[in-house]
């Protein structure tokens, strides 16, 4: 079992940013990647970004060059995955949830966080 606590959202202002980190525990040795997802009201969840194990990170085309996400797997105890959120649009508010993919005994399993709103309003 992996638990995932996300934090950091809140209210930004567009063009502004925001730093969204995410702490893992648990049977962390079966994290086989770690990214973001969101979803606005009304719409499905979409991957933002993602990192595999000792693997370079995947973007959503709408962030590249403006979000970067970013692994600490150094304590043995706790994984932490930040996603650094630059030049923000009104159009991504939304959910933020923290998404971690496990193998077990070749059984693929995600688990997801409770998520963090943000909100982008002047």
């Known amino acids: 079992q992996v638990h995932l606590v996300e934090s950091g959202g809140g209210l930004v202002q567009p063009g502004g940013s925001l730093r969204l980190s995410c702490a893992a525990s648990?049977?962390?040795?079966?994290?086989?990647?770690m990214g973001w997802y969101r979803q606005a009201p009304g719409k499905q969840r979409e991957l933002v970004a993602f990192?595999?194990?000792?693997?370079?990170?995947?973007?959503?085309d709408s962030v590249k060059g403006r979000f970067t996400i970013s692994r600490d797997s150094s304590e043995s105890t706790k994984y932490t995955v930040d996603l650094q959120m630059n030049d923000v649009n009104p159009e991504e508010a939304a959910v933020y949830y923290c998404?971690?993919?496990?193998?077990?005994?070749?059984?693929?399993?995600?688990?997801w966080g409770q998520g963090t709103q943000v909100t982008v309003s002047s």
């Open positions: 990192m595999p194990n000792n693997a370079s990170p995947k973007y959503a």
């Open positions: 998404r971690a993919g496990t193998t077990v005994l070749h059984e693929e399993h995600d688990y």
């Open positions: 648990g049977t962390l040795n079966t994290i086989r990647t």
